[in-house]
């Protein structure tokens, strides 16, 4: 997988990133510095992303 592509485990597919659906995160991470990719078909949490200034 690339950085621009991530793995639906449910599905048993490839989500490109520009597809996938973001949300906040849960546990307390700012949302201005992080978000949960999901898969669009789905709903399943594809992974947990810094969008944050570094």
Same mark, same amino acid.
């Given at each position: 997988?690339?950085?621009?592509?991530?793995?639906c $485990?449910?599905?048993?597919?490839?989500?490109?990133?520009?597809?996938?659906? +973001?949300? !906040? #995160?849960?546990?307390?991470?700012?949302? $201005?510095?992080?978000?949960?990719?999901?898969?669009?078909?789905?709903?399943? +949490?594809? !992974? #947990?992303?810094?969008?944050?200034?570094?």
């Amino acid at each position: 997988m690339s950085e621009d592509t991530f793995y639906c $485990e449910t599905c048993e597919q490839s989500v490109a990133r520009e597809d996938v659906i +973001r949300t !906040e #995160t849960i546990g307390g991470l700012d949302p $201005e510095k992080w978000q949960t990719f999901c898969c669009p078909d789905c709903g399943n +949490r594809l !992974e #947990t992303v810094f969008v944050g200034e570094e």
